[in-house]
C-alpha cells in the first residue's frame, strides 16, 4: 500500500495528520517533480535536527549512526527514509555521491559544517554496499536501518 493511501482524508479534504507539504507532494505523487520540495522539517522534529547537528560541530566526530538516531530517522518509515534520501540526493541522480556525502549535514541544516575527508570516505564505505562510488536510495535505507 502506498503512503497516500495509508492516510485517511478529512471532511474537508485534505490527508489526516500531514503537513502541507506532504499533502502538496503525496497528492501530486511526484515529490521529485512538479515543483514540490519537501524540506527536512517536513519530515523531522526540527529541535532533534538542531541537536543532533549541534552534537557533532568538531572536525572528525561525526558518527552516521549517532546522527540518524540522534535526528530521528531510524524511527521513521521506510517511506519517509526514503524522501529524507531525495532531499540529500541534490543533483536528482538517484544517488549521494561522494562530493554531495561531504554536504549531508547541510542537508539537515544549512548552517551545519561540511564533513572532513575522513569522514566522508567513511561514511561512503559503510553506505556503498556494492562498491560503485555511490550511495543509492536501497544502500541509504539499509544504512539507517543498521544504525
Not at 517533480?33 to 538542531?50: H, P, Q, V, W, Y
Not at 530517522?73 to 543533483?91: G, Q, W
Request: hydrophobic content about 40%; glycine content about 8%.
Amino acid at each position: 500500500m502506498e503512503a497516500w493511501q495509508a492516510n485517511p482524508i478529512t471532511s474537508s479534504g485534505a490527508l489526516a495528520g500531514w503537513t502541507p507539504a506532504q499533502r502538496r507532494c503525496q497528492v501530486v505523487r511526484r515529490p521529485l517533480e512538479a515543483g514540490c520540495r519537501m524540506s527536512m522539517t517536513d519530515l523531522l522534529n526540527a529541535e532533534d535536527i538542531k541537536k543532533a547537528v549541534g552534537a557533532f560541530t568538531a572536525v572528525d566526530s561525526f558518527d552516521h549512526k549517532k546522527f540518524f538516531q540522534m535526528v530521528g530517522l531510524k524511527k521513521k518509515s521506510p517511506d519517509d527514509v526514503k524522501k529524507v534520501f531525495h532531499i540529500l540526493d541534490k543533483d536528482k541522480s538517484g544517488f549521494i555521491e561522494e562530493d554531495e556525502l561531504g554536504f549531508i549535514l547541510k542537508g539537515f541544516s544549512p548552517d551545519a559544517r561540511d564533513l572532513s575527508a575522513k569522514e566522508t570516505k567513511t561514511l561512503m564505505a559503510a553506505g556503498d554496499k556494492d562498491g560503485d562510488g555511490k550511495i543509492g536510495v536501497d544502500e541509504f535505507s539499509s544504512l539507517v536501518a543498521e544504525s
